[in-house]
């Protein structure tokens, strides 16, 4: 297995000293063919420097950033990504996390949406080659 940490980046500290989302870890695991990007709480601007940066590659399964908030998930990036499977990490809340707009733009690129929240927890598995995703309440969410 490769993990390869691509935020946070100190070039990034630029946007915003005070904002610890711009600070996110962001992991992306590979594993033969499989490969997974955590991508933490980062706001549009890292996605867009990701993007930039070539860092934005294919991935198998994505942990959607930022709970699904509209801030995030640009169109762009989710493009970038093609993700066959998004999950995101959601609970009852006052934002309005996940937005219509994130889970409808994951939904139009092919990607099986799961979240936290009509799912529950989610465990994905590969060998390196396939992949098997289940949940605790079942695949029956988004």
């Known amino acids: 297995?490769?993990?390869?940490?691509?935020c946070p980046n100190p070039d990034y500290l630029a946007y915003s000293e005070l904002d610890v989302n711009y600070h996110s870890v962001v992991l992306r695991i590979e594993y033969g063919d499989f490969s997974?990007?955590?991508?933490?709480?980062?706001?549009?601007?890292?996605?867009?420097?990701?993007?930039r940066l070539g860092l934005a590659d294919d991935c198998t399964v994505l942990k959607v950033p930022h709970h699904g908030?509209?801030?995030?998930?640009?169109?762009e990036f989710l493009a970038r990504l093609?993700?066959?499977?998004?999950?995101?990490l959601v609970g009852r809340n006052i934002f309005g996390h996940p937005h219509p707009r994130v889970v409808e733009s994951l939904k139009s690129i092919g990607a099986t949406v799961l979240r936290t929240d009509l799912n529950g927890t989610v465990r994905v598995i590969t060998d390196g080659k396939t992949f098997t995703c289940d949940t605790v309440l079942g695949m029956n969410g988004e």
């Open 1 to 6: 297995a490769k993990i390869e940490i691509l």
């Open 36 to 51: 997974c990007l955590l991508t933490g709480d980062i706001p549009a601007e890292v996605e867009q420097e990701l993007v």
């Open 69 to 75: 908030s509209g801030l995030s998930s640009t169109p």
């Open 82 to 88: 093609q993700p066959e499977v998004a999950v995101i």
